[in-house]
């Protein structure tokens, strides 16, 4: 077999058979795409938000706001680079072409972390308001968790393995429920009476924090962080469908936008008035159906307020149906091009990568249930959101690092879109970003979770000097390209 050896790694020649063996079809436009990126991110608003509450409602605001603005400058970056290098490597693509192969491979091991542990989080959330529907405060019968768990990730596997085309459009279906059902209830949160702002004021921190280096105050901001990323966490899978965009230079940046703009808006009305409806605070942080209980504070209990249970499910289903698709696109993205084991990257009659949805599903089940078994129940849902965090922070430092690379590097590059916050909004967004990997940490509780997820990359990174550098694939989308620019800028000087 033929190799080429730039650097520190070599490059296998493959057929055109290969390749056709790893195609994706074009089905999105840019309201599709809206629907991806805010499907994804939606079920933030439903769980995962209200563990911040541990640190009070203050904390957790300013927290929320912080991360708003590091998710607008990273949103703002991916657009002018997702239209520059529209590939379905994603993150993977951006570092790849600033910081080459390793660059690259560390940058995508950690957005594969991100994607596939995500839908795990997302699932025990599920799980939590199942439970509530159908056991209400009765105790649920041993292993039935597990059983929905199950149930769902089986369900929507196989939808998206059915074809990128049903995928989409039940996510555009899907999303809209599940944004309808937060209008409904913010507008019966204010109109009932049950809003109250001095609800708010109840939400104190559990326990004092302090250290040598942050006061009080500051301390339970900074330990609020993770939890205030998860209403916006995933928006960035969305440059993931480059490559069955129909027009992913125009649309993307326009669904990255639309989308951080709706997510803003939504994530700033649950934290005010799901908070402000909770009238007995003192467990609420460890609610497994947050959004469930501020409806039985809004409507009662009652067969209604089942149906509305019912209906809320559809903003967890929203995000774990999309994130679905984008753990199964970033590992399609890095098996095709030799990073990960290629088989991995096959794709069936229906042009979806169907080893990489079964396989993620696979990995981001058993973590769950090992976690589960591990350790106290209601640590599963922090344990496995720290470790999604961790994993997504470490990979925006190195797109933020990427796009201030590109910039002063390849000036000349086309960006048909260019971010009006250039560098000094990647430097913040990096910024940010850093401070919240150091947060993830801070809850002892799910550090175990954290550590292991290091160890992880730690092994992955072996892997890639032991092996993958070896056979990596020129022909791949993400590596061409990378490889025509650098032999260009080689040509230059």
């Not at 520059?84 to 560390?106: D, Q, W």
């Not at 209400?136 to 597990?146: A, L, Q």
């Amino acid at each position: 077999m033929d190799t080429k050896k730039p650097g520190v790694v070599s490059y296998d020649q493959v057929g055109d058979e290969y390749l056709q063996n790893r195609k994706l079809r074009k089905s999105a436009g840019w309201i599709l795409l809206w629907a991806l990126g805010v499907g994804a991110v939606i079920s933030g608003d439903y769980y995962g938000w209200q563990f911040g509450l541990a640190q009070g409602f203050k904390a957790l605001a300013i927290a929320t706001v912080l991360m708003a603005a590091m998710y607008v400058c990273i949103v703002f970056t991916i657009a002018e680079l997702s239209a520059a290098l529209p590939h379905a490597g994603g993150f993977f693509s951006f570092t790849r072409n600033a910081f080459g192969p390793t660059g690259g491979f560390i940058c995508g091991l950690t957005d594969t972390i991100e994607y596939v542990i995500t839908p795990a989080v997302i699932v025990v959330g599920i799980g939590g308001y199942v439970n509530k529907l159908v056991f209400g405060d009765s105790t649920p019968p041993d292993g039935i968790t597990f059983f929905w768990w199950f149930l769902f990730y089986a369900v929507f596997v196989a939808v998206n393995i059915r074809g990128v085309e049903l995928t989409l459009k039940i996510g555009l279906l899907i999303t809209g429920i599940a944004a309808a059902v937060l209008i409904m209830f913010y507008i019966s949160a204010v109109s009932s009476g049950a809003f109250s702002w001095e609800n708010l004021q109840r939400f104190t921190p559990h326990e004092t924090k302090a250290s040598s280096w942050l006061p009080s105050g500051t301390w339970h901001i900074f330990a609020a962080l993770p939890a205030a990323m998860w209403f916006y966490l995933a928006i960035e899978q969305l440059p993931l469908a480059a490559e069955e965009a129909h027009d992913a230079v125009n649309d993307m940046p326009k669904a990255l936008i639309w989308g951080m703009l709706t997510l803003l808006i939504l994530s700033m009305c649950t934290l005010v008035l799901n908070t402000g409806v909770i009238s007995n605070p003192q467990e609420f942080s460890e609610s497994e159906a947050p959004l469930a209980d501020g409806l039985s504070e809004v409507f009662g209990i009652g067969a209604g307020m089942r149906l509305l249970t019912l209906v809320s499910l559809t903003g967890l289903i929203a995000s774990f149906h999309g994130i679905i698709y984008a753990y199964g696109r970033v590992l399609f993205a890095l098996s095709r091009a030799g990073y990960f084991p290629r088989w991995m990257s096959l794709t069936g009659k229906n042009h979806t990568p169907y080893v990489a949805i079964i396989l993620g599903a696979g990995i981001g089940f058993a973590c769950a249930v090992v976690i589960q078994f591990a350790g106290d129940d209601s640590l599963v849902g922090k344990s496995l959101l720290s470790m999604a965090v961790f994993g997504a922070v470490i990979s925006y430092a190195m797109v933020m690092l990427s796009f201030i690379k590109l910039r002063i590097t390849r000036p000349n590059m086309p960006r048909p879109y260019r971010s009006p916050l250039g560098i000094p909004g990647a430097v913040v967004g990096l910024v940010l970003s850093l401070i919240a990997l150091l947060a993830t940490f801070d809850d002892k509780a799910a550090r175990p979770g954290v550590w292991g997820v290091a160890i992880f990359v730690f092994v992955g990174i072996v892997y890639f000097f032991l092996y993958s550098r070896h056979h990596l694939v020129a022909q791949a989308p993400e590596e061409e390209d990378a490889l025509i620019a650098q032999a260009e800028h080689e040509l230059s000087h």
